[in-house]
């Protein structure tokens, strides 16, 4: 197997895999609709629940192929049952792409709003569930992002899939940029629909996501309203559970990669690779620490995945200057998605170690010398 070159991916997805993986893809052609293939996709639905320790009689995994945004678009869509209103978490660019799905569908639903900056308070959740209630609203479901990559904030999907559950809703979380990487448990963390990317947590390629949730939910949307022809739960897990495959020509040389990405998942296990992201992570704050670098939010509410940092008050300061010279070197970095500030991203994704990180360092840090930025970087707060 002849090595590909390396690029270590610092953007949040698609992330670095091993070559393992980029090898997978090649396969004698295939017509996906031959009973070999299928047999590759069955196993896999299994294991994309037992990732997040769900009972694969009680919880399914249904495949699409497309970004991960088709997983929003498609929970959104085909979970909201008639004379109920959807209610979302909106504290992050995910969760505000979430409120244009429903908005652009005209379906409706309540906003929790909070600062992207900040922890959720969970009582702003109770009360608006509250609210709804006194006000006569039936809350279908409640939406959350997980963990919310623009800033790398981290909400708190147990206590909030607790109060949809105490209050008659259930609970969908987008977990597309922590799945298979911060240990979910769909029972502890009150899940009843996560989702997630092949290019993320599994260290997969690009085209394949998943929506993993409750089978007697699903099965009960069949008589919800439907809003989308591609875009259906129901559609897709019925074909699924009929034929065991997708219902239209699915990513196929994707699949047979996300197959060795899986098998890979479990050779690391768990918490070894809990704990590979939590090294990484651990390597990129010493960096940005050593070069006086400052984050956009404060480290304890943080997923431990993504770093935001602040660009420095220094007009030598280029981050495109400095993207470039990291880039051409084989390191990508990535801007921010804060509006009216400006930060980037550092994210400890993908089939990455330690050592990439202090290599990373060095050329970062000749990247900013390059630039003529000051080190120490410079705050004016
Ligand atoms: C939390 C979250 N949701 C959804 C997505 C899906 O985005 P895309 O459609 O670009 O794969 C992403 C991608 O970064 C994400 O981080």
New binding site residues.
């Given amino acids: 197997m002849q090595e590909v070159k390396r690029n270590i991916l610092l953007n949040?997805?698609p992330s670095t895999t091993t070559d393992t993986v980029k090898y997978a893809q090649i396969v004698p052609d295939i017509c996906p609709r031959e009973k070999e293939f299928a047999g590759i996709m069955a196993p896999m639905r299994d294991d994309l629940v037992k990732i997040v320790h769900g009972d694969t009689k009680e919880y399914t995994s249904v495949l699409f192929c497309g970004?991960?945004?088709i997983c929003?678009d498609i929970t959104l869509n085909s979970l909201l049952d008639k004379g109920k209103k959807a209610m979302v978490v909106k504290n992050g660019s995910?969760s505000s792409r979430a409120c244009e799905v429903l908005e652009y569908y005209g379906l409706p639903f309540i906003k929790v709003e909070s600062p992207v900056d900040e922890a959720l308070d969970v009582s702003l959740v109770e009360e608006a569930l509250k609210k709804a209630a006194a006000d006569g609203d039936e809350i279908g479901y409640i939406y959350m992002?997980h963990?919310?990559?623009g800033t790398g904030l981290l909400n708190p999907i147990r206590e909030v899939g607790a109060l949809a559950h105490k209050y008659g809703a259930f609970f969908i979380t987008?977990t597309?940029?922590s799945y298979a990487m911060i240990p979910i448990n769909v029972y502890d963390d009150n899940i009843d629909f996560c989702m997630a990317?092949a290019q993320k947590g599994i260290m997969g390629m690009t085209g394949l996501s998943y929506v993993v949730g409750r089978r007697d939910i699903i099965e009960k949307s069949k008589d919800f309203p439907t809003h989308s022809y591609y875009c259906n739960l129901y559609r897709q897990y019925a074909y699924f559970e009929e034929t065991g495959e997708m219902n239209f020509t699915p990513p196929v040389q994707t699949i047979y990669a996300a197959r060795q990405a899986l098998k890979e998942y479990w050779e690391e296990g768990e918490t070894a690779k809990w704990e590979r992201h939590t090294r990484v992570m651990n390597a990129l704050r010493k960096g940005i620490d050593e070069l006086g670098l400052k984050e956009a939010l404060p480290r304890d509410i943080q997923s431990g995945l993504v770093a935001a940092v602040r660009y420095p008050d220094d007009e030598k300061w280029d981050f495109e200057k400095i993207h470039d010279y990291c880039y051409e070197r084989g390191f990508t970095i990535y801007p921010g998605k804060m509006q009216g500030r400006g930060t980037f991203r550092l994210c400890a994704l993908g089939a990455i170690d330690e050592e990439d990180i202090r290599a990373f360092w060095k050329v970062f840090e000749d990247a900013m010398k390059d630039a003529g930025a000051a080190i120490p970087a410079v705050y004016k707060d």
Avoid: R, V, W
């Fill in positions: 949040p997805g970004s991960g945004t929003i995910y992002t963990h919310e990559t987008d597309t940029s990317s």
